[in-house]
């Protein structure tokens, strides 16, 4: 599903060079839950914002889902942002102006779906969610878990093969992130979705992830199953 090879990202040039990603590989197969562990500097968002579509390696080669991000145009790379990959942010990154049912349709208009379909998709999602009772409500009138929720929905509306989490439950308190990531590996089970979850949390990763990569100074560092055991080569 994901297949980096030789995946570098620089900022700047000469002496003020940053490297953020350094000639990284790693394969991620479709359904597998992975957690990129680092800390911050790791290269683990630059990482995410690559397979998101949101920036283009500076050498290497990225593919997911049968897509090389850094060759399409705009319109292109829209299209896979809609299709292929969902985000959940740690800070929501819901739309102030607009209610619960109105931030998870968005994903849906842009995808040309035809209103009676997105009002069902969307009602049932919200009853998924449980939050059936706050769709008129604004962001701001939703407590943290609840808006980590309708992020999750508008996520997964499209029914994307990945999601990737950039420190979901950074925001929450302790009872608010276990039922968030409940909610969030119930979807991805029921949907066979790729899971990327980026994280400073070993316990989390160790909970949540079949498979645990850990980065430093935007190389691969270490790789282990969730229960401990080495990967093989």
């Known amino acids: 599903m994901i297949l980096a090879s030789s995946l570098s990202r620089h900022f700047g040039v000469g002496n003020a060079k940053v490297t ?3 000639e990284l590989s790693l394969e991620i197969k479709q359904g597998e839950k992975v957690a990129i562990l680092g800390r911050s500097g790791s290269g683990k968002s630059t990482l995410l914002n690559l397979i ?3 920036d283009t390696p500076s050498s290497g080669t990225l593919t997911v889902n049968g897509n090389e991000p850094a060759k399409l145009d705009s319109n292109g790379k829209a299209r896979y942002r809609l299709d292929d ?3 959940v942010f740690q800070s ?3 739309i102030a102006q607009r209610t619960a049912f109105q931030n998870i349709e968005l994903p849906l208009i842009l995808a040309g779906v035809p209103l009676l379909t997105r009002r069902k998709k969307v009602l049932a999602l919200l009853q998924r969610v449980g ?3 706050r769709a008129h409500h604004r962001p701001h ?3 943290g878990g609840e808006q980590q929720r309708v992020s999750i929905a508008r996520a997964m509306v499209n029914e994307p093969p990945v999601l990737l989490a950039d420190e979901p439950t950074g925001n929450l308190d302790t009872k608010n992130a276990s039922d968030v990531m409940a909610l969030m ?3 991805i ?3 066979n979705s790729t899971l990327c979850l980026i994280t400073h949390d070993d316990a989390l990763a160790d909970q949540v992830a079949d498979r645990v990569i850990e980065l430093r100074d935007g190389k691969l560092v270490s790789e282990k199953l969730a229960s401990g055991k080495p990967v093989s080569p």
């Open 20 to 22: 953020a990603l350094d």
């Open 52 to 54: 998101a579509g949101l």
């Open 85 to 87: 990959v969902g985000v």
């Open 92 to 94: 929501f990154q819901l």
């Open 131 to 133: 939050l059936e009772k």
């Open 141 to 143: 009138q939703l407590s």
């Open 185 to 187: 590996l119930e979807m």
């Open 189 to 191: 089970d029921s949907r």
